[in-house]
């Protein structure tokens, strides 16, 4: 089985702020790694994936996420965050490349203020 | 931009009563799924749906669910007796059958057992 980690249930930043959301994952298995955004009244948004490869993955409004098999994380980053941003973002794992059955985490709400 | 519509966005229901979620899934996707979040919990993970069957399902979708594509449009999630427990946001998602896409989230039906 797996499971997901959000340490932080919520961040509060200042716009303009670099900002980090932490997520580590425990699994007896291989996974591959998602990072999912919530805007208010709207479903789940593919962020960015870890499928192979470089474990620096880039994805959509300037995110990014680097994955660490030793510490077993993926830490999801930016380094200047728009109010814009503010969101719930959940980390989630699959046993499957194509993110069949995702377990996610806890969420993490970003608060950006100006 | 096609995305995956739900509704109702919002349901209240009483105890024992039967429900049905409607979901349209994003046109010539073939892969569906039902995920739930109870408040202040962790979107789980309930069933995945492949031609015309049931693929995957978790511990938590029990005889009390069920999913049906009844008109191959539609993805219904139905609710045969509903509990308090229930109570929860229901998120329904679809995916391409072609390579590594992602799962394509709606915006959630929220679901009030009282």
């Known amino acids: 089985a797996q499971s997901v980690t959000q340490l932080d249930s919520q961040v509060p930043v200042f716009e303009e702020a670099p900002v980090e959301l932490r997520c580590n994952y425990s699994?007896?298995?291989?996974?591959?790694l998602f990072w999912y955004v919530q805007y208010p009244n709207q479903g789940l948004q593919l962020l960015l994936k870890?499928?192979?490869?470089?474990?620096l993955v880039k994805g959509i409004n300037g995110f990014e996420a680097e994955f660490n098999k030793s510490q077993t994380s993926f830490h999801l980053r930016k380094p200047s965050v728009h109010i814009s941003d503010t969101a719930e973002y959940f980390c989630?794992?699959?046993?499957?490349?194509?993110?069949?059955?995702?377990?996610f985490g806890g969420g993490t709400r970003l608060m950006v203020k100006p | 931009e096609p995305e995956v519509t739900q509704t109702p966005s919002h349901q209240v229901t009483q105890m024992g009563q039967e429900v049905i979620l409607r979901c349209v899934p994003i046109?010539?996707?073939?892969?569906f799924y039902w995920y739930r979040q109870i408040l202040g919990q962790k979107v789980e993970f309930l069933v995945s749906?492949?031609?015309?069957?049931?693929?995957?399902k978790s511990e938590i979708f029990d005889d009390q669910f069920s999913v049906e594509r009844p008109d191959g449009s539609n993805f219904t999630l139905k609710i045969r007796s509903t509990k308090l427990e229930d109570s929860a946001m229901y998120f329904c998602?679809?995916?391409?059958?072609?390579?590594?896409?992602?799962?394509?989230f709606g915006q959630g039906t929220r679901l009030t057992v009282v």
């Open positions: 699994s007896s298995v291989s996974v591959y």
């Open positions: 046109s010539n996707h073939l892969y």
């Open positions: 998602a679809s995916r391409s059958r072609y390579g590594n896409t992602e799962a394509f």
């Open positions: 989630a794992v699959s046993v499957d490349n194509a993110g069949n059955m995702l377990t």
């Open positions: 749906f492949y031609n015309n069957e049931i693929s995957e």
């Open positions: 870890y499928l192979s490869g470089s474990t």
